[in-house]
């Protein structure tokens, strides 16, 4: 739990969605950082994700990270 450095799937829930439309991000959960080609982006509602994008995703203690993680990690279907 805590601090997670995922990668964005090609084909995931996250692969060209803003983090405003992710189903899912409970409170206590933040985007905190995202990295395309090695430049930071602004970490906003309207920030659309993209396959290859590094994020740093903070959850709090009392959740389970693994749904919220599988978001950017899985493909879909």
């Known amino acids: 739990r805590g601090a997670h450095r995922l990668t964005v ?3 995931s829930v996250a692969d060209g969605r803003s983090i405003e439309e992710l189903p899912g991000l409970a ?3 933040w985007v905190s950082l995202v990295l395309r ?3 930071l982006l602004p ?3 309207d ?3 993209l396959s290859g994008d ?3 995703l903070l959850v709090d ?3 389970d990270p ?3 993680c599988a978001l950017f990690t899985s493909p879909v279907g």
């Open 37 to 39: 080609e090695r430049s």
């Open 47 to 49: 920030t659309v994700l």
């Open 27 to 29: 409170e206590g959960t």
């Open 9 to 11: 799937a090609d084909g």
């Open 43 to 45: 970490v906003r509602g």
């Open 66 to 68: 693994a749904p919220v």
């Open 54 to 56: 590094e994020v740093l």
């Open 61 to 63: 203690d009392q959740q």
